[in-house]
């Protein structure tokens, strides 16, 4: 009530995932701390309308809140904007849009970003393989616990020749 903007948003999410859900204290408390700038309500918002939690599902409406939350610099933010790109959820599918959302939430350390990065690269979805990059992106994603990222970067590993491993080892450490 303090105008507190992170604690709204935290109630905000007590909320969200308290059972039985509150949809709408938790949408009451998002948009207090969104209006004033909170990029984590901003992004809650989005996830809300993308799944249809307490408002009716709405893609258009959920990419405009997760671009509002990456304008402010949220990772997870632009994880769910280029994960929107890569399923066509409402924008047109485009995997190079997609990895440019990818690419820049994994510049700021989001583990998700990183991981799915990782995926396009090992993949070579719209672009050529490059297994030693795609190695980088999964082993920085599995040190932040990302459970998908480190079963990755494992069975990578054992694709990959010594020099390669090495190589997208180095690249890890010096981006980490």
Known sequence: EAGNAQAQNDLGVVYLESYPHNYDEAQRWFHRAADQGNADAK???GTM???????????????????AAADLS??????AIGSAYANGKGVPQDYREALKWFRQGAQTGNAESQYRLGVAFAGGQDFQHNYVEAYKWFALAAAQGHKLAIKAR?????????EQLD??????????
């Open 43 to 45: 992004y809650h918002l």
């Open 154 to 162: 494992d069975n990578l590993a054992r694709k990959l020749t010594r």
């Open 49 to 67: 309308h993308a799944k249809g939690q307490g408002v009716t599902q709405d893609y258009a409406a959920a990419m405009k809140w997760f671009r």
């Open 74 to 79: 949220s990772g997870v933010a632009t994880a």
């Open 167 to 176: 190589d997208g080892q180095r690249k890890a450490a010096e981006f980490a």
